[in-house]
């Protein structure tokens, strides 16, 4: 089998490099002028490597793609501080050779040492030879191989790239369907549960504005009329707890508390959904039995309070399910078998929820989205999505703003009233997908009515406040429960916080406290 699949491989590769064009330099990057050129491939290369010598920060953003610019920051950064063996290393590399594959994606190999060898990836762009990245090899044949192996998947990102970066505008299309087909968002909401066996809404973490619209969509007659189970993105393995909190006649906080510290290694400090939870016990005690909301854990995470040694974590995280299908597959039994004839509501990140099919983001080999596998196993009928307006970014934090600001400019010239529509048949819908920045690069992702049935605008970007944070998880007791999860995992915790010396309850807290008073996403608007 091994066999054959190398056999396939070199296959891929000579085909591949029948359309490249190589051509041999076999200098040392001293040898050339440190000059800011991209015109050529070399000289792009070139240009590139001289960043790093220099350590230049703040010329990688104008240098790079679209498929990758967003990823440098937009304002001044000072230049790094480059070890001078360091700098010796890279300008004594040789430049080994540029290979061009189907005039728009090129590499430059370099060797730095024997076995390091460094592949400068350019995408033609806009006239101009852009850095998209950098890969390693093992050697040139290696090297060359990575290229061979990659660039038609790269060329593939390229393109798309060029149809996301491409936006109009002019707003008056979004602007009148707003104004034709826009309706309050609790009306929407309401409306959707009453019509889909599930409503899946896709959220960002930790946004007060989101959840206290949940709120008051909870308290309104019409949801639990029509809503019986609330699906949430938290450990499915503490249902047995969700089940005596919800069921304990006094409000026993603590229960709840725990199940947020058993999230993830750090816990879960989201706030909104914490006061959201305890609502829903509020609302169940004025409630006849066979109205009360159930809520069902569906996320699959380790579950910490069984493992005590690195044995039995790493043993847990080899055997750890996939989260999007743990998701599926938990809504689904729950759907099928339920006697409540009511609809669902699952509140999740949104990017589970899509519908498109590209694969997850966990993972060696990520299962589709929560969203593309329910609609599929429920019928696409059954399941309305519903994206919420945010900024674009990643997991890892916000880089700008959808479909590069004309969503929020219509959004502003609409008077910044929280709003939603269906995307189907807009002009919302038909745009690009890109609130996952590196998703949007994928051929399969599609437009944003590929992915999402609605849309809510809840408020302008510019004004969202600091995370809502759940100062109460961190107690003493859970401060050494972190510091023991953390060791078993070989987390450096006071790196991830910024802090020196040992942790406590206090310092943890004032690092969340930095922040109060802030605006969560200013630094789109710097």
């Known amino acids: 089998m091994r066999k054959l699949i190398s056999i396939l491989t070199i296959c891929c590769v000579m085909a591949t490099s029948v359309r490249a064009q190589s051509i041999v330099i076999n200098k040392q990057l001293k040898e050339f002028p440190d000059v800011y050129d991209l015109s050529t491939p070399l000289n792009a290369g070139i240009t590139c490597s001289y960043f790093i010598v220099n350590g230049k920060e703040n010329l990688w953003r104008d240098a790079s793609a679209y498929l990758i610019r967003e990823y440098f920051p937009k304002n001044a950064v000072p230049d790094r501080v480059v070890r001078e063996d360091y700098k010796t290393q890279m300008l004594n590399g040789i430049i080994e050779e540029v290979i061009i594959y189907k005039d728009s994606v090129s590499c430059m190999i370099t060797k730095l040492d024997s076995t390091y060898y460094s592949i400068r990836w350019l995408g033609f762009e806009d006239g101009k030879w852009l850095n998209i990245g950098e890969d390693m090899g093992r050697g040139l044949e290696n090297s060359r191989e990575v ?11 390229l393109h798309q790239s060029n149809k996301v970066k491409s936006v109009s505008t ?7 369907y707003i104004k034709e087909h826009g309706v309050a968002p609790k009306e929407y909401l309401l409306e959707a549960l009453t019509n889909n066996i599930l409503v899946i809404y896709g959220e960002i973490h930790r946004r007060k504005v989101s959840w206290d619209f949940l709120t008051n969509v909870l308290f309104d007659p019409r949801f639990y009329e029509k809503t019986g189970t609330v699906f949430v993105e938290l450990p499915s393995y503490q249902q047995p707890e969700f089940d005596r909190f919800y069921a304990s006649k006094e409000l ?6 725990e199940i947020m510290r058993s999230e993830q290694i750090y816990g879960w400090w989201d706030r909104g959904e914490y006061e959201f939870l305890v609502n829903v016990w509020k609302l169940n005690q004025t409630l006849p ?14 579950p910490y309070k069984l493992l005590q040694t690195e044995e039995d974590f790493e043993n847990a995280w080899q055997n750890l399910s996939d989260r999007n299908t743990n998701m599926s597959d938990i809504i689904e039994r729950t759907i099928k078998s339920k006697t409540d004839k009511r609809n669902c509501m699952f509140v999740v990140g949104y990017m589970h929820a899509y519908k498109s099919l590209v694969p997850g983001f966990e993972g060696e080999n990520p299962a589709l989205s929560a969203g593309a596998q329910l609609a599929q196993r429920l019928s696409p009928e059954n399941v309305f999505v519903i994206f919420q307006h945010v900024p674009m970014g990643t997991n890892s934090g916000a880089l700008g703003l959808i479909r590069q600001g004309i969503f929020d400019v219509t959004f502003e010239k609409t008077g910044n009233k929280p709003i939603a529509f269906h995307l189907s048949n807009s002009p919302f819908g038909a745009e690009p997908f890109d609130a996952d920045y590196g998703m949007s690069f994928d051929s399969r992702t ?5 992915n999402f049935d609605g849309y809510i605008f809840l408020q302008p970007i510019k004004n969202e406040e600091s995370d809502y944070v759940l100062y109460e998880i961190w107690s003493d007791q859970f401060v050494e429960e ?17 802090t020196e010396g040992e942790l406590t309850k206090e310092k943890i807290i004032n690092v969340f406290k930095e922040d109060e008073g802030k605006k969560r996403w200013n630094h789109l608007f710097e």
């Open 170 to 176: 002019d707003t008056l299309a979004f602007v009148n």
């Open 147 to 157: 290229f061979y192996t990659k660039a038609p998947k790269t060329l593939s990102r």
């Open 289 to 302: 039995a066979d109205k009360h909301i159930r809520v069902v854990a569906a996320d699959e995470q380790l």
């Open 446 to 450: 599609g437009s944003f009515a590929d």
């Open 252 to 257: 026993d906080t603590e229960i709840l508390l």
């Open 482 to 498: 972190f510091k023991r999860r953390a060791k078993l995992n070989n987390w450096n915790v006071n790196r991830w916080l910024g």
